[in-house]
């Protein structure tokens, strides 16, 4: 699984907190068996979490450390007796399997942190997060679409990943279903591109680089959920905070792309970097001239009449 940091957390302390913790196991393993085991267990799970506070977001804590395993555990404090034949054999049971298995999602965290601290490490690599109001907007097709100037960067060739958190494609396929025909086409067409980089090896590759125009290769990331990610109650929330999560991996800025105002606010307020390409709004518009309301003439009886001929 791979981890979100806690906004502000230095991806390479991220990776070694996970692995001190994994390694904290080695503890719990070697204790005397039944309630000493138990103990050692109780032990190493608040430690790691405090270890990993301020490291990762309570939701991967929860999924890592406080799992379903540790109520079960903990609860068995009260239910289970030390005195009592069998209690070590029935405590061994669930710690063994536990322990197999925290083993296996801190190693699989730790694998996929690296491996995606690796693929963000280069030289001069630049980050763009698009949100659905770019792939509806942006007056060119995401095909076409120059990144290096939305993101201010100043060497046009530099390498760039645009990374799409997976809310944005859900928000895609529900306007592609459900809005105007211009946007049902324009979410229709994104989520197409985005269905054929990641077809067979292509890898999210947008473009290559290009030396004639001075351009460096642009890449697609899809930023997955991690299993039992639960996302933000405001999808604009769990794309800033998506954002902010992937501003820690790459350890360079990530740059909100957006034509939504409100939107920039957020990232402001959070500090992530974002440009308003809403376009200016201009001079204020002329008032409407006022229609002069047309006067009927009156016969003596007070009704209403033909109007005077005009004057010859």
């Known amino acids: 699984m791979l ?15 996970l692995g001190r913790v994994k390694g904290g196991l080695l503890d719990v393993k070697n204790a005397k068996g039944g309630w000493p085991r138990l103990v050692a267990y109780l032990t190493w799970v608040t430690d790691s979490a405090r270890l990993l506070e301020h490291q990762l ?37 669930l710690l063994t399997l536990e322990i197999t298995q ?23 690599m630049v980050f763009a997060l698009p949100d659905t109001s770019f792939y509806m907007e942006h007056e060119q097709l995401l ?25 944005i494609l859900d928000e ?22 985005v269905d054929d980089l990641f077809k067979g090896s292509n890898n999210g590759i947008l473009r290559t680089a290009d030396p004639v125009k001075n351009r460096g290769p642009v890449v697609l990331d899809i930023l997955w959920d ?3 990610h639960l996302r933000e109650a405001v999808n604009d929330n769990e794309i800033i905070a998506q954002g902010l999560a992937a501003q820690s991996l790459a350890a360079v800025p990530v ?8 939107q920039s606010l957020r990232a402001r307020r959070a500090h992530l970097p974002e440009k308003n390409l809403s376009k200016p709004v201009g001079n204020q518009p002329p008032e409407p001239r006022r229609k002069r309301p047309h006067r009927q003439a009156t016969s003596g009886n007070g009704a209403v009449g033909e109007p005077p001929p005009a004057d010859s």
């Open 143 to 167: 095909r076409e679409v120059d990144f290096a100037p939305l993101v201010d960067e100043p060497f046009l060739d530099h390498p760039i990943r645009v990374l799409v958190p997976l809310i």
């Open 172 to 193: 895609l396929e529900g306007l592609k279903r459900k809005g105007e025909n211009q946007q049902r086409w324009r979410a229709a067409y994104t989520l197409s591109v």
């Open 255 to 262: 740059t909100l792309l957006t034509f939504d105002t409100p």
């Open 57 to 93: 977001t309570s939701a991967d804590v929860r999924q890592l450390i406080f799992t379903p395993g540790y109520e079960r555990l903990l609860s068995s404090g009260t239910h289970l007796d030390s005195s009592e034949t069998g209690t070590a054999p029935v405590l061994n049971g």
């Open 3 to 17: 981890v979100s940091p806690y906004p502000g957390a230095h991806r390479k302390n991220v990776r070694d907190s």
């Open 102 to 124: 925290r083993e296996e999602a801190l190693g699989d965290a730790f694998d996929d942190l690296h491996r995606q601290i690796e693929e963000w490490t280069g030289s001069n």
């Open 226 to 228: 991690a299993p039992g």
